[in-house]
């Protein structure tokens, strides 16, 4: 019996190690084509789309994921490869508000506010991507964000009808960013089990055309 059991966890580690590595590779080899990291070669989309993170980290430290992201989508506001922003992230209560902060760096490093838009629904990466399409109206995207991150809102984004490209923003260190990483191997196997069992965002809302309505 207890060699039985042994053997059925292997076996059960053994194929998770499988889907891990599978589904990292097939993310990874999509974005191969469609992900930039300098703004000079950046094509121009209206709209792109900013992956929300939290400006602190639990310690209060700067959160150089935040740090990195908002410069990366100013500068490629100032080049004009993009005419929008909408950020989406998570507001999970009055006192954590991941698009706001997001907003308020963006207007410090001059991005006009009528250039803005705030998803607060963002609650994960495939309601950002997804909403960005049902709420916002956009089928062609840029997406901001790590590179890391970027792959994975790509795979997302055209499984779900959308054109998109990502914009790598810095990364942090291997050390420093060490458990995102981990954890991001996991996200990956989880996209694959929302994908296949048709998971939707927690909130949709009223359609709402980016640079076509007023705010």
């Known amino acids: 019996m ?18 891990i590595l599978v589904c990292n590779r097939l993310i990874k080899k999509n974005a191969v084509q469609k992900l930039y990291s300098q703004v000079t070669e950046m094509p121009h989309n209206s709209v792109g789309l900013l992956l929300g993170t939290s400006p602190k980290l639990k310690n209060g430290n700067n959160n150089l994921y935040f740090d990195y992201r908002i ?33 308020q760096a963006l207007i410090r490093k001059g991005v006009p ?68 990483q981990l954890r991001e191997l996991f996200a990956r196997v989880k996209m694959f089990a929302d994908l296949a069992t048709g998971k939707k965002p927690r909130f949709l809302g009223e359609h709402f055309v980016i640079g076509k309505q007023g705010k």
């Open 71 to 103: 410069q990366a989508t100013a500068n490629l506001y100032k080049a004009r490869k993009i005419d929008y922003i909408l950020i989406s992230g998570d507001k999970r209560r009055d006192d954590y508000n991941e698009p706001e902060e997001m907003k």
């Open 2 to 19: 207890k060699r039985k059991l042994i053997y059925i966890f292997l076996s059960f580690v053994f194929l998770c190690i499988v889907s």
């Open 113 to 180: 506010l009528q250039a803005i838009y705030l998803d607060y629904a963002g609650l994960r990466t495939l309601d950002s991507v997804v909403r960005a399409k049902l709420v916002f109206g956009q089928n062609k995207l840029t997406v901001i964000s790590q590179k890391f991150h970027n792959e994975r809102a790509i795979y997302l984004a055209e499984r779900n009808g959308i054109e998109a490209i990502g914009f790598n923003a810095d990364d942090v260190s291997a050390y420093a960013g060490f458990k995102t």
